[in-house]
T-cell receptor
Framework: GEDVEQSLFLSVREGDSSVINCTYT??????LYWYKQEPGAGLQLLTY?????DMKQDQRLTVLLNKKDKHLSLRIADTQTGDSAIYFC???????????FGKGTMLLVSP | NAGVTQTPKFQVLKTGQSMTLQCAQD?????MSWYRQDPGMGLRLIHY???????DQGEVPNGYNVSRSTTEDFPLRLLSAAPSQTSVYFC?????????????FGEGSRLTVL
């Protein structure tokens, strides 16, 4: 089955860039997602990328996709303390009916 | 629009008790699903539905039942609660049965089984 791996923790200083990495196993995934979870809340979609794209930029967020290595990254420019949260990578399965999530990366931004 | 509404937000059960976690969405979404979130385990899919009258199992379905009699509602039933079911449960929905876009999440239901 599908498996999505992420590093569990990242700590950065306010104003720095953050890069959160993810690897996935299903080479037929057509959609790959980044979700954000703030404390005590549900997940919210940050961005997603189609598998026929290498990069997607959305304001401070840049997503890079390396299909050969099945590697996805999320870069947050000018990271703010409000960006402190858990970030989940997810892939849609080849049957188009389920999302498989990674374990989440906790981002801590210090002033 | 309320989005995805889950009730209750908190619940404490004793081992062997039964209960139903409610999930309702007002966005006319075809797809609905239940996840559980445990420390160090991320989110794991319990059950999902691609439309009224259709349900299917996810990664961790044992101990849980679901039904989808209407487009709006997707309740999750625990028939005989066990301590291993202590978790935070999230309901999520999508407009498309192929999840070609965003999953909208509820705020979660925190369940403790003693």
């Amino acid at each position: 089955g599908e498996d999505v791996e992420q590093s569990l923790f990242l700590s950065v200083r306010e104003g720095d860039s953050s890069v959160i990495n993810c690897t996935y196993t299903d080479s037929s995934s057509t959609y790959l997602y980044w979700y954000k979870q703030e404390p005590g809340a549900g997940l919210q979609l940050l961005t997603y990328i189609f598998s026929n794209m290498d990069m997607k930029q959305d304001q401070r967020l840049t997503v890079l996709l390396n299909k050969k290595d099945k590697h996805l990254s999320l870069r947050i420019a000018d990271t703010q303390t409000g960006d402190s949260a858990i970030y989940f990578c997810a892939e849609r399965d080849s049957g188009y009916s389920t999302l498989t999530f990674g374990k989440g990366t906790m981002l801590l931004v210090s002033p | 629009n309320a989005g995805v509404t889950q009730t209750p937000k908190f619940q404490v059960l004793k081992t062997g008790q039964s209960m139903t976690l409610q999930c309702a969405q007002d966005m006319n979404h075809e797809y609905m699903s239940w996840y559980r979130q445990d420390p160090g385990m991320g989110l794991r899919l319990i059950h999902y539905s691609v439309g009224a009258g259709i349900t299917d199992q996810g990664e961790v379905p044992n101990g849980y039942n679901v039904s989808r009699s209407t487009t709006e509602d997707f309740p999750l039933r625990l028939l005989s609660a066990a301590p291993s079911q202590t978790s935070v449960y999230f309901c999520a929905s999508s407009y498309s049965r192929t999840i070609a876009g965003e999953l909208f999440f509820g705020e979660g239901s925190r369940l403790t089984v003693l």
